[in-house]
């Protein structure tokens, strides 16, 4: 006998579900590419340090994860199409103001220059997916915009309030982008595992209205044939124990009987 048909069903179920454990506990390799980050001002440090890994893990997760358990590339479209539309409304508005701290400049006949940070700091970022790296540029941006409002000010053109609006507006924008996109991240997950959840009530619900499907009298006449009683058996005497019985109950042909068999 062969040997894999002696297997019994439990164990190879068994068998089956320790390898399905053991596929799901190896670690995916992913790619990623690590990046050298020299930040100035404090605010892009802050902006680098309490936002850029969240928002890496956000958009790793919606660029390579979501796609494997929606199923629904329309609605993937959807998502990734408004993560696009933060960062490119983010790095539209910190272009525009930088824009605009150079016509104050310029207006004020300032000539900006090349100005010194007393703690600057150099990071390294671990980018693991494309769009990760565009919200690098926000914070490289941000900490652009960040010299040029601290040279004006520096150059004495604008005021304390002027400088630390900026900075507080600009900090929070940046980080707000990050946020905005571990929400969305949430937002979809949340989604995509209602509606299954949703699909296995509707089949467990389609699967108990087919077992109560069964007309009333199907069931009586399933339950009328469990209730008949047994046919009896065939009798499997021989001949001589036919006559036998013949004889011994009909007295009138024991004279046949007794010739028939002896």
């Known amino acids: 006998m062969d040997d894999t048909k002696a297997v019994s069903p439990a164990t190879r179920a068994a068998t089956q579900a320790k390898r399905v454990t053991r596929k799901r506990q190896d670690p995916v390799s992913n790619p990623y590419v690590n990046h050298e980050l020299n930040l100035n001002s404090s605010q892009a440090q802050v902006a680098f340090e309490n936002g850029f890994m969240e928002c890496d893990a956000a ?20 998502v990734l199409g408004a993560v696009e539309h933060s960062i490119n409304e983010a790095f539209a508005d910190i272009r525009r103001e930088a824009e605009r701290i150079k016509k104050i400049a310029e207006d004020n006949g300032i000539k900006i220059g090349a100005i010194s940070y007393t ?38 053109f604008v005021d304390d309030n002027f400088r630390s609006e900026v900075e507080r507006q600009w900090r929070r924008k940046t980080l707000r ?27 467990a619900d389609n699967s108990a209205a087919a077992d109560n499907a069964l007309p009333p009298d199907d069931n009586a006449a399933a339950s009328d044939e469990a209730e008949k009683p047994k046919k009896p058996r065939r009798s499997t005497k021989t001949k001589s124990e036919q006559k036998i019985t013949a004889f011994n109950s009909t007295p009138v042909l024991v004279d046949s009987a007794l010739a028939a068999v002896f």
């Open 119 to 156: 703690h600057t700091k150099t990071y390294e970022a671990r980018v693991t997916c494309n769009k990760s790296g565009q919200y690098l540029q926000i914070i490289r941006e941000l900490d652009g915009l960040m010299g040029l409002t601290h040279a004006i000010w520096l150059a004495g």
């Open 177 to 203: 982008v990050s946020a905005e996109i571990k929400q969305i991240s949430d937002r979809a997950f949340k989604a995509v595992f209602n509606k299954q959840n949703q699909k296995a009530q509707e089949q």
């Open 59 to 78: 958009l790793h997760s919606l660029s390579v994860v979501l796609p494997a358990v929606s199923r629904n590339a329309d609605d993937v479209r959807v």
